[in-house]
């Protein structure tokens, strides 16, 4: 049985073919502007590297902000959903899913048996999201890859207070001019959006395991500066940005194996 | 047509004179039947004697009993259905602007400034004078007192005591209040009146304990002024005996809002006035309001004997006021009654009393009772505050949530 | 014998009561909002309702919250166990002044009611209340002197006020404030040749010392502080008649400088007036701690006032430490130099 995931987010667009539930495919696109021709180019991309043709596809799951456009996924659910269980699906143990996308983010918290028991997202602003270290990483002009080392370099961070993405690049500008090192006021920008997130997850509730998914996981800054925080040890998944669509695959198992 | 809507003058003048509510009330007869006829017809009238001079206006905040203003012969006018009104033919955005110019806050509470915005821009009926009680909010009372201001009409303040044993004092300021306006209160009329429509509410509530749902939240909420502003009229009577006729009917019919009807949802606080989605993504997944908390019949009838007792309890009983863990097991029971398989909490903007609660109110009734709770932002009055993707994912993950609890799909 | 801490949220609960039935009494003053309860009220909310919150969520003591405002009110419904939630008028008439004055006697009864019968007696209990209502009656009496000796040394600071009050007005510890009081007698008074505009400081709750410190170091003189953090907690006296004593305590409370939640409007309004003609004010600065109702409501209403009568006002809004921020900076920059220059023309 073949299914795929199709998560069309506002930045990528990934695609995940599960053969019953073994993970044989992938491939990550940027969205751009039409957002279902892309959906389409990544999903026959992925099944040319497959040779396979999209009939030969049991099912198809479409989620993330995209979704709603994908005519020819067979149903449409949410990332929260998606999200929820490809995390558990990749790490059985997680009950808390921190998810950090480059526009959005989000926190999942799961039950005993890894179905969703609450979430809360983050969809309205830049801070707490990857555009904000974009955005960072644009003014001090270091290569985005290169940030969250950086910031490691640091063990004192400077005081970034702004919540705001704007007024923290207000911050930034005032800080370089003082002299601060790159590496300071990395650590504190990456602590700003620790703390926004650990404020999401507060809300939800922290419960272990806790599973980081979404782009911004490549940033060991980041990734370490909230296993500290936090306290606790994060699984981190070797293809993070594709646990929404492999999520997505696997509901869409789960749905072809209740039909039959 | 449109351009003589748009003219501020035009419709100022349309609201002062009575032929523009005889047309309106002929359009209402020919258009619309049934409850939501006498909905339009009550809405109709009530707006008309606002703006003539036949009978005191009085503005009050939401909360005051009608019965109070319908006994000394008032005509009960509320700006916060007026913001509802105008939310959702569209205008509100221009009553906001003013009221901002005039330096009212953001952060206050959309329906507050919407007020504020209608009776700057000089579309509202002027008062007689103002009444305001001080459940629910602080916001309310501040507005109307500062209304009261520009208009230099008495205004009042009936602080509603907190618990049950204290309603001596409020009974003590009702009559006071009815001293000053120097008016002798027609109860009888208008209790009996009141108790009327009350039976009909109360049948119609337990109609809407039966599966399928044939009254959905949303309908109910677009009818809510009904509730605030409703009892102690004739037509109130009218609407709420031709609801509970038509649920009954449709009940009968198996009439369902939706086919495949799956989950029966309770909605907390009011819902936004101005057209939007939340209900049409939450019917695609195959759920639907059951019941709102607005709806609840928290008073007792009102007796003619102690018509001042009547009237603070009333005010006292409110499901919103007193304390938090009371409310919590109102809901609990409503949660039972009406077979609710989630709750959706809406916090508006700039609603402290409703946004305060909900953080305890999930805690208690997910965390503690293992019911899916659901906060949603937004603002009932503002449809500039209204991103309908976010919400849709949100409103959408919600019902994947119970889905999945309910071991569905 | 040690005494229990009990603690209160508002400055309409009176503190005589509390200290006649045995408490050492503290007002939380939180200095920032804490980690602790922070999913339990929402972000876009009043910073002190949160900061309390945080601060008293995990508290032992014994807690009194007055339902100053809807904010309030949801901290109580939070906390569990809040011994008294106390209910205050809004206007002041007979009526309400009687109902807040049953509520003091329930408080009463609440915090005797497994005191020693000796503490009960009736007759016992008054005695200790005009013991309490003269000591705080000299107390506060220590805090005017303290206020009027910052106002008349230029080098004094109005947060030591706020220091003094945080640290000793609630254990009426006399002699502590005799001290502050002393210790700016012996400021050296250099006149300096500079003017500097007076400005009053308005707020519902004005959160911390970061904003006068701001105005002061901006090269102003703050010549009030109107908020409960500041003069209102202790400017005013209860009647020393002891007929009854719970009368009087209602009323002067009552009575006292209004608070912004208080809506009787033209008393509010003469009081403002009052202190800017008394206290020779070149301006007002009102802060608005963000997400506050009551103060919003109150300074539209007072800047009616302030525009028809041409007097200089400005709002400020912020959080916690909001005198370091630079927003805030550069308003009260640019309104002192519109001050300056105005209080220039007129000379």
Known sequence: MLTAGIDVGSRTTKVVVLDNQKWIGEKIQKTGANSIKRAEEVFDLVLDELDLKKEDINYIIATGYGRVNISFADEKVTEITCHGLGAHKLFPGTKTIIDIGGQDSKVISLDDSGRVDDFIMNDKCAAGTGRFLEVMADNLEVPLENIGELSLKSNEPADISSTCTVFAESEVISLVAEGVKKSKILRGLHKAIVRKMIGMVHRVGLNKEITMTGGVCHNNGVYEILEKELGFKINRPSKPQYVGAYGAANLANIKLKKQN | ?409 | ?347
């Open chain 3, 1 to 347: 014998m040690s005494k229990a801490t009990l603690k209160i949220n508002c400055s309409y609960i009176p503190s005589e009561i509390i200290t006649a039935a045995g408490y050492q009494l503290n007002r939380v003053w939180p200095n920032n909002i804490g980690s602790k309860g922070r999913d339990l009220l929402p972000t876009n909310y009043c910073p002190y309702s949160r900061a309390f919150l945080s601060e008293i969520i995990d508290e032992k003591d014994k807690l009194i919250l007055a339902n100053s405002c809807d904010a309030m009110r949801r901290v109580y419904d939070i906390k569990n166990n809040i011994s008294y939630l106390l209910q205050v008028p809004r206007k002041i008439n007979k009526t309400n002044i009687n109902f807040y004055k049953e509520k003091l006697i329930e408080i009463q009864n609440l915090l005797l009611k497994n005191k020693d019968k000796q503490l009960k007696n009736e007759i016992s209990q008054n005695k200790l209340l005009e013991k309490e209502v003269m000591e705080f009656n000299e107390t506060r009496e220590l805090m005017k002197k303290l206020r009027d000796e910052i106002l008349i040394n230029d080098k004094a600071s109005f947060s030591i006020l706020v220091n003094v009050l945080k640290n000793n007005y609630y254990k009426k510890d006399k002699e502590k404030i005799k001290k502050a009081i002393k210790k700016i007698k012996n400021y050296s008074k250099i006149k300096n040749n500079d003017y500097y505009p007076k400005v009053i400081i308005s707020s519902s709750c004005l959160l911390d010392k970061s904003l006068i410190k701001k105005v002061e170091k901006s090269g102003m003189e703050v010549v009030a502080l109107d908020s409960c953090l500041g003069e209102r907690t202790f400017d005013f006296e209860v009647d020393k008649n002891y007929d009854n004593i719970m009368e009087n305590l209602a009323s002067s409370y009552l009575n006292k400088k209004l608070c912004p939640r208080m809506m009787d409007l033209n008393k509010r309004l003469a009081e403002i007036k009052d202190l800017v003609f008394n206290r020779n004010a070149d301006g007002l600065i009102y802060f608005i701690p963000k997400f506050c109702d009551q103060s919003s409501y109150d300074f539209k209403f007072i800047k009616e006032w302030a525009q028809k009568n041409n007097f200089p006002i400005l709002k400020l809004e912020g959080e916690y430490n909001a005198g370091q921020k630079g927003q805030l900076t550069t308003r009260i920059e640019a309104f002192k130099e519109s001050l300056k220059i105005a209080v220039n023309n007129e000379v």
């Open chain 2, 1 to 409: 047509m449109y351009k003589l809507f748009n003219n501020k003058t035009f419709i100022k003048k349309a609201l002062n004179i009575g032929l523009s509510y005889e047309i309106a009330k002929i359009i209402a007869h020919w258009k619309a039947e049934g409850f939501m006829k006498e909905a339009f017809l009550f809405n109709i009238e009530e707006t008309k004697k606002a703006y003539n001079n036949n009978k005191p206006t009085v503005w009050c905040s939401t909360f005051v009993p009608s019965e109070l203003i319908y006994s000394i012969g008032g005509v009960p006018f509320m700006p916060e259905v007026a913001a509802g009104f105008v939310s959702k033919i569209g205008m509100a955005a221009e009553t906001l602007h003013k009221a901002e110019s005039d330096w009212f806050n953001n952060d206050l509470c959309s329906i507050h400034r919407c007020g504020t915005g209608l009776m700057l821009e000089g579309y509202m009926p002027e008062p007689d004078y103002i009444i305001a009680s001080s459940h629910l909010c602080d916001g309310a009372k501040r507005y109307l007192q500062h209304i009261s201001q520009e208009y230099e009409v008495p205004f009042y303040l009936l602080e509603t005591s907190y618990y049950n044993n204290e309603i001596k004092y409020l009974i003590k300021q009702i009559k006071e209040l009815i001293d000053d306006i120097g008016i002798t209160p027609n109860f009888e009329k208008v209790f009996k009146r009141s108790n009327k429509a009350y039976n009909y509410h109360k049948k119609v509530n337990e109609l809407r304990k039966k599966d399928p749902v044939v009254f959905s939240g949303e309908r109910a909420l677009n009818l809510v002024t009904m509730e605030f502003m409703s009892f102690g009229s004739k037509k109130g009577i009218k609407f709420y005996k031709k609801l509970a006729n038509t649920l009954e009917k449709r009940i009968r019919n198996n009439e369902g809002i939706i086919d495949q009807q799956r989950y029966r949802l309770l909605w907390l606080h009011l819902k936004p006035y101005y057209s939007q989605e939340i209900f049409t993504t939450l019917r695609e997944k195959k759920a639907v309001i059951a019941f709102e908390e607005y709806y609840q019949l928290y008073w007792e009838k009102l007796n003619i004997d102690k018509p001042y007792y009547s009237l603070a309890k009333k005010m006292i009983n409110h499901f919103g006021w007193g304390e938090l863990k009371e409310q919590k097991n109102d809901i609990l029971e409503l949660i039972n009654n009406y077979n609710i398989d989630g709750v959706i909490g809406f916090s508006q903007w700039g609603c402290r009393q409703n946004n305060g609660r909900m953080g305890m109110l999930k805690k208690e009734l997910k965390d503690e009772n293992n019911i899916p709770f659901l906060n949603i932002h937004g603002d009932l009055v503002d449809s500039r505050n209204y991103q309908e993707g976010q919400l849709r994912t949100r409103l959408q993950a919600f019902v994947e949530l119970i889905d999945m609890k309910k071991g569905g799909k």
